[in-house]
């Protein structure tokens, strides 16, 4: 009798145990295989990101049209002045003896900035002074001494011509009656006419030695040449002494001591302290965008981030015609410390202003000095050319009249996409 034995049959309950299996083993050659894994999921990508690019375009980084306010500037560089600047200089010939200032120091009016050898000065002053002290006792000689002696004998003469023609018509009514001698009559008439020159010459004196007359009259044109004299000898010994015209800063200094100073020969130059200017060139073509009074900023090349105002003032009437340009001067009429002469400048000149202007990137338009610039607007996720009419042109900005509006994204010129492109526009 055939025995038979039935065999467990395997049921759904058993085969789980098996997958952890399965799985460590899918897990091990995957480690071991990990490099070919990667890039294979790297090229997928890869792949993927290609035709994601193809369908849809690159992504584009834009620049959104907006509205702001617009300022059309001029653009210069130029450099710091005064409206002009003293050379200083002696007046006369000498050795200097010392200098007492340095170039760049700041001096105030009257102070000494250079003193010249004067012992040769000083000698010519005491000598003028000793004439005008000869001069001033001569005049108070004739008015103390002369004058009142001229009077006494002004009056001692005519008291003479009084007794002489006493005695004269004595003698004259003698020698008519018969009692007197001719003799007598002739001495009492020279007698008179002694007296009568006697005392015409007492009146001269006393003429000449008043305040009208020639003696006094020259005594005093002598004082005065003496004080004249004195005052010019002073003088020459103040030129000794350079002393400085106005407050200000020195800007050169072209003397020390032992050298010869020359009348006319400029030692020092003083820029006057005040008003300063900055003076720039200007490129031909922007002279008709200028007038006189425009507001401007301005920055010095050492201080790029302090910006001050200035204001056109001057404006060449004649073109440079080497340079194709136009001098211009503006007026700093509130000067920072900071600021030297000769320091370079930076100028920015207002010549228009817009507000509320609708406003692209200069980077994003295409031929702008043509008569037909246009920009690349992104829209339903191409690049389309759109023409544009502009307006103001500001420091990297358009003013844009006609053609986008605010909102619309635009293309940099530098992404490389061209017009009917695709692209995926990005803001920054």
């Known amino acids: 009798m055939d025995m038979t034995t039935d065999k467990p049959s395997a049921s759904p309950e058993a085969k789980?145990?098996?997958?952890?299996?399965?799985?460590?083993r899918t897990l091990s050659v995957g480690w071991q295989h990990k490099w070919s894994v990667t890039a294979l999921i790297l090229v997928f990508g890869a792949a993927l990101l290609g035709a994601l690019r193809l369908v849809l375009g690159p992504e584009v980084v834009v620049a959104q049209v907006v509205r702001g306010d617009l300022v059309q500037t001029v653009v210069a560089s130029g450099h710091i002045e005064t409206p002009y600047r003293v050379e200083i200089a002696s007046q006369i010939t000498g050795t200097v003896e010392d200098v007492l200032v340095q170039e760049g120091e700041q001096v105030k009016q009257g102070q000494k900035l250079v003193v010249i050898e004067a012992s040769e000065l000083q000698?010519?002053?005491?000598q003028n002074e000793g004439a005008v002290a000869q001069a001033e006792a001569r005049v108070r000689q004739l008015r103390e001494l002369t004058k009142p002696a001229a009077d006494q004998a002004l009056m001692q003469a005519q008291a003479n011509l009084l007794n002489a023609q006493a005695a004269y018509d004595r003698a004259s009514k003698l020698a008519g009656s018969g009692y007197g001698t001719r003799a007598t009559l002739d001495d009492a008439t020279k007698n008179l006419d002694v007296a009568r020159t006697q005392v015409r010459t007492a009146e001269l004196q006393v003429f000449t030695s008043s305040p009208v007359g020639s003696d006094y009259v020259m005594a005093e044109t002598q004082l005065a040449q003496a004080r004249a004299n004195l005052n010019t000898a002073r003088a020459r010994l103040g030129y000794a002494t350079i002393v400085a015209p106005r407050d200000g800063v020195l800007i050169t200094r072209n003397v020390e001591r032992g050298m010869v100073a020359q009348p006319g020969k400029a030692m020092l130059v003083l820029a006057p302290k005040g008003d300063i200017q900055v003076v720039v060139q200007i490129d031909e073509k922007n002279l008709g965008l200028l007038t006189l009074?425009?507001?401007?900023?301005a920055s010095a090349d050492a201080y790029p981030d302090q910006r001050f105002?200035?204001?056109?003032?001057?404006?060449?009437?004649?073109?440079?015609i080497n340079r194709a340009s136009v001098q211009i001067k503006l007026l700093v009429q509130d000067p920072p410390d900071y600021l030297r002469q000769d320091m370079t400048v930076s100028v920015d000149v207002e010549i228009a202003r817009r507000d509320n202007a609708v406003v692209?990137?200069?980077?994003?338009?295409?031929?702008p000095a043509s008569g037909t610039p246009w920009v690349l607007k992104a829209s339903l996720g191409r690049a389309?050319?759109?023409?544009?009419?502009?307006?103001?042109?500001?420091?990297?900005q358009?003013?844009?009249l006609d053609g986008v509006l605010p909102g619309d994204l635009v293309v940099p010129l530098t992404s490389g996409v061209k017009a009917g492109q695709r692209i995926r526009a990005v803001l920054p």
Do not use: C, M, W
């Not at 009074?293 to 900023?297: D, V």
């Not at 389309?384 to 990297?396: K, N, S």
């Open 123 to 126: 000698a010519a002053v005491i």
């Open 293 to 297: 009074g425009q507001k401007a900023l």
């Open 360 to 367: 692209v990137p200069a980077r994003a338009v295409h031929d």
């Open 398 to 400: 358009f003013e844009v």
């Open 384 to 396: 389309q050319q759109q023409p544009v009419r502009l307006g103001l042109r500001g420091t990297g």
């Open 16 to 24: 789980p145990p098996a997958a952890p299996g399965r799985l460590a």
């Open 309 to 320: 105002v200035a204001v056109i003032s001057y404006i060449n009437p004649s073109v440079d």
